[in-house]
């Protein structure tokens, strides 16, 4: 069972029971009767007295399978050396609720996914620089992932995780996550041949990202996809086709993240189609999202593929979005785009679906140069619209025709833009852009938008730290 | 006073044979840790190297099978003593606690004649315990005496001479006890996915002769409520083109190869796609359907799939791939299976080409990419918005 090298266990689980077992004289009778059977010809007192002891131990023994759910928590340390890979994946695999899993310094190689099933484990590392998890020799059906985690109230902290083959940290359906300090990273060049997301939360609830760096995705370095309550701060995420991604949530802060270097910094997508449906209510606050001119290096038909280069924050077709205090900076196609599906010119067939940003709120962010280089297919035909120069705040003016009155949309549903220093507007009022037959009128006048919304809720649930 | 000292020693000794026999025997092996060694499980006559079954232990076969790199497979079911399985005609049918399921994955030495004996490579047990099923992978030795069970899988060698006659090798993978769920998780839960009334209802060469399933099953008193065969819903045989038509034995072997991960429970949940046979939206289960997470596994390729188009559809690419981050099913597998992504091929290029695919796009339009070179009838709009 991997025991002797450098793997330690305390105090039991389920091996543990079967060893106890292994001992006792109920699975491996020989020689303990024949140590029995030996002393009883010598002193006769002493073997009634052993024979008792024996039924009891027996007894116990069965007693304890029946309780081995119980156990108390322990720690299994692990060190790096020959057949770690397999050591970790049989401790995660025979891990209790409450277990820790400790991974020391040093460098792990794997060549299949290492996953995690058992629910309340920590798996901690000694630190994202020291405890290295690379997945260079991943071999094909062994899963894609490097790790992958679906049970619910696991902590994954302190370690690295290096170019898997496919996305690096995926958690699926599961609920009170913690992914904390770790780093997920292709170590080479970003490319195209990189995994698809960094740290990759799906179908989640309660799911807290912190303190983690994200590099090299060929989608994006962290995303959050079809969960309820999620936060994500603290991160640093550059050289990413997306930086951060919030896809079809409910419920999302991202904050204090610095973001740069990417293709675009932060996405707020809502895609047709999905099981969780549309997604709704995201805070994106406190965040410096700058420089993300990155070319894209996504696989084409991804949705993020169409992402120009120098896009520093994209909402499409969300509702209840607040963009505030933000740092916004340097993104060359444009710094803020508020976008419907539409422009991607997919199909889709969803008649829940809706394709249309509402309720966004953009206020008190600082705008920084940017827009003065659009790129990739919707910032040059865009850009052309605008005479090559983005504004720091695009908005397709795309509305649901259902949601329109008198040319608005309802006073909760409508777009609202104030207080952001001396940023420019442009709504490009795509609704009319059928070439040839009609051409859109663009307007720069942001004062019909200046009317605040009422701010969104913090997220926040019993048992997030602050 | 030494005799009747003995003789109390002795009926001590006899009591702790008998506590120790009682220990054992109070413990159906689905209570248990898990056995180490499959022979613990009674399941086989001898060593279980011929893999016949021992009283009780029922073989079984599926209309479509998963592919497995070209393993031949024996599958067999043993209900706890009295234990039912009950009907049901969509679902798993319903097995009690202390079931257990086997397969067993083996390497013919020449699939053009399978006389020639084959490698046993490793037996999966799924059992039934109190608190839900467990999947565990035994892996056969050499010598094929004995399977041990291995958590964390592993890796086998194989050679075999091919269908076309071709010597192929292959470093086989036993998925890990984790992986075990990566297929049969739906929910929260973990499930068998075989014993389904689609999967069963079918013939069975029994040493009493042939029968089918359901009949033997409830003959032998282990199937519960079963309505007759011809009453009961019945999937395609992929490779059969007697047993439905090219739709039904496509939408079959996608079902057994990709639906248990890409149904609303199952693991892929998340992508959208629900390639059961039974769904009947086409954008469900792929037709002009964009992709959502699929990275790299879109190969450039806009939609799942393209009516007419294999080539265009991305569903043909990764089940044409071998890359780790492209190919699916993701695990199990290293290989291509070449008959079946032909017949999928074959599906999709039979569809009817989609009018909506070319429906108007602007932005990719010539006159879009005129407004992308400057068109000065739209700087004029732009001019007149300043």
């Known amino acids: ?466 | 006073m030494m005799p009747r000292s003995r003789a109390a020693v002795c009926a001590a000794l006899a009591a702790v044979v008998l506590v120790a026999a009682g220990c054992r025997q109070e413990q159906p092996v689905w209570e248990g840790p898990p056995p180490t060694s499959l022979a613990e499980y009674g399941l086989f006559v001898g060593n279980g190297s011929t893999q016949q079954p021992t009283e009780g232990v029922i073989p079984y076969d599926v209309n479509s099978e998963l592919f497995s790199d070209y393993a031949e497979k024996y599958r067999f079911i043993k209900l706890p003593p009295g234990g039912q399985a009950v009907y049901h005609p969509d679902e798993v049918f319903d097995l009690p606690v202390g079931t257990i399921l086997a397969k067993t994955f083996a390497i013919p030495h020449d699939r053009r004649d399978l006389k020639q004996g084959e490698r046993l490579i490793e037996t999966r047990i799924l059992m039934h315990r109190e608190d839900g099923w467990v999947g565990l992978p035994y892996v056969w030795n050499e010598n094929r005496t004995d399977a041990k069970l291995e958590l964390a899988g592993g890796t086998v060698d194989v050679e075999w001479i091919h269908d076309d006659g071709q010597r192929l090798t292959n470093n086989y993978i036993v998925p890990n006890a984790n992986q075990c769920k990566g297929c049969h998780k739906s929910g929260d839960r973990m499930i068998p996915i075989g014993p389904k009334a689609r999967h069963l209802n079918r013939d069975f060469a029994y040493a009493g002769g042939i029968e089918n399933q359901f009949q033997h099953w409830e003959k032998a008193g282990v199937l519960a409520r079963a309505p007759a065969p011809a009453d009961a819903p019945r999937l395609a045989v992929w490779d059969d083109p007697e047993s439905g038509t090219l739709d039904e034995r496509a939408r079959a072997w996608l079902e057994i190869n990709c639906a248990h991960c890409h149904h609303p429970d199952g693991p892929a949940a998340n992508s959208g796609l629900d390639l059961m046979a039974s769904q009947t939206n086409p954008t469900e289960f792929g037709v002009l359907k964009s992709p959502v997470a699929a990275g790299r596994g879109s190969g450039g390729l806009l939609y799942d799939i393209v009516p007419g188009k294999p080539d265009a559809s991305i569903l043909m690419l990764r089940i044409e791939s071998t890359d780790p981050d492209i190919m699916m099913p993701e695990l199990g597998k290293r290989l291509i299976h070449e008959e079946g992504v032909a017949l999928v091929r074959e599906w999709i290029a039979a569809m009817e080409p989609s009018p909506e695919v070319e429906a108007r796009r602007p932005l990719a339009s010539e006159e879009g990419r005129a407004v992308a070179r400057g068109s000065a009838k739209l700087r004029t709009a732009a001019d007149h918005a300043d």
Not at chain 1, 64 to 75: D, F, I, K, N, V
Not at chain 1, 166 to 184: F, H, P, S, W
Not at chain 1, 386 to 415: C, H, M
């Open chain 1, 1 to 466: 069972m991997g025991d002797g090298t450098g793997q330690s266990r305390f105090p039991v689980g389920m091996l543990a029971v079967i060893d106890t077992l292994a001992l006792s004289v109920a699975c491996v009778p020989a020689q303990a009767v024949e140590f029995f059977w030996n002393s009883i010809m010598n002193n006769f007192r002493a073997d009634v007295l052993a024979a008792i002891v024996l039924i009891a131990a027996i007894s116990v023994g069965c007693q304890q399978e029946e309780t081995s759910s119980g156990a108390a928590p322990s720690l299994v340390r692990i060190e790096p050396g020959a057949d770690a890979a397999r050591r970790i994946q049989e401790a995660l695999i025979q891990a209790q609720p409450g277990d820790t899993i400790e991974l020391a310094a040093g460098r792990y190689d794997f060549t299949s996914t290492l996953s995690l099933d058992v629910r309340d484990v920590t798996v901690r590392g000694q630190g994202h620089d020291k405890t290295l998890l690379t997945f260079t020799g991943q071999r094909q059906g062994t899963g894609g992932e490097g790790v992958s985690i679906t049970s619910d109230g696991v902590e994954i902290r302190d370690l690295a995780i290096e170019d898997t083959q496919g996305d690096a940290l995926k958690i699926n359906g599961a609920e009170d996550i913690v992914v904390r300090n770790v780093r997920t990273e292709w170590t080479g060049e970003p490319q195209e041949t990189n995994g698809a997301y960094g740290i990759y939360p799906v179908m989640c609830r309660r799911v807290l990202v912190e303190g983690c760096i994200a590099r090299g995705a060929s989608d994006a370095g962290i995303y959050v996809g079809q969960s309820e309550d999620v936060v994500v701060r603290r991160n640093s995420a550059k050289e990413n086709v997306a930086g951060i991604e919030i896809e079809n949530c409910t419920r999302a802060d991202v904050y204090d993240n610095d973001i740069t270097g990417n293709t675009g910094g932060i996405l707020v997508f809502s895609l047709p189609n999905l099981p969780a449906g549309n997604g709704s209510v995201c805070r994106v606050f406190d965040n410096r999202v700058s420089d993300n001119n990155h070319r894209n290096f996504a696989p084409q038909g991804n949705i993020v593929g169409m992402v120009p280069p120098g896009t520093g924050i994209m909402i499409m077709a969300y509702d209840q979005v607040e963009v505030f205090d933000n740092t916004i900076a340097n993104n060359q196609t444009v710094n803020l785009a508020i976008l419907s599906y539409l422009v991607t010119e997919k199909q889709f067939d969803d008649s829940d679906y809706d394709p249309y940003c509402e309720a966004i709120h953009v206020h008190d962010n600082r705008f920084e140069g940017g827009g003065d280089e659009p790129q990739g297919k919707l910032g040059t035909v865009l850009g052309a619209l605008l005479g090559g120069q983005f504004p720091d705040i695009a908005y397709d003016g795309l509305n649901d025709p259902a949601k329109v009155t008198d040319g608005q949309l309802s006073e909760s549903l409508r777009i609202s833009i104030h207080d952001n220093g001396d940023a420019d507007f442009a709504n490009l009022d795509l609704e009319n852009f059928e070439p040839p037959l009609k051409w859109p009128t663009v307007s720069r006048d942001a004062d019909p938008y200046a009317s605040p919304l009422e701010p969104l809720a913090p997220v926040i649930w019993e048992g997030l730290a602050q």
